[in-house]
């Protein structure tokens, strides 16, 4: 069992930014993807950024070039920068590790972010 913990999320007006953190209590490089997820009011969860191994990092298209996915692994922490906030960015953010073999995902406990017009 892993526990992952975010912190980072708050209020930010439309144009600022803001930096999560998820910690996780494991070793984050045994996943075979690590990623942010995001579920508005009354929406799905979608994606938002990942890290996979083997593949480029993914970013949604409504945030590209705005945010940016890193980890440090000797930290077992991931972040997401995210810059140039918009409204339409107001959700609960999940940060999430998964692998195949053996099969394994956990989830965070969401934080929230809330951008003001």
């Known amino acids: 069992q892993v526990q992952l913990v975010e912190s980072g999320g708050g209020l930010v007006q439309a144009g600022g930014s803001l930096r999560l953190s998820c910690t996780a209590s494991?070793?984050?490089?045994?996943?075979?993807?690590v990623g942010w997820y995001r579920q508005a009011p009354g929406k799905q969860r979608e994606s938002v950024a990942l890290?996979?191994?083997?593949?480029?990092?993914y970013y949604a298209d409504d945030v590209k070039g705005r945010f940016t996915i890193s980890r440090d692994s000797a930290k077992n922490t991931m972040y997401l920068q995210m810059n140039s906030l918009k409204p339409e960015d107001t959700a609960v953010y999940y940060c999430?590790?998964?692998?195949?073999?053996?099969?394994?995902?956990?989830w965070g406990q969401g934080t929230q972010v809330t951008v003001s017009s």
């Open positions: 890290i996979r191994r083997g593949q480029w990092d």
């Open positions: 999430r590790v998964l692998s195949t073999f053996p099969s394994r995902d956990y």
């Open positions: 494991g070793n984050i490089d045994h996943f075979d993807a």
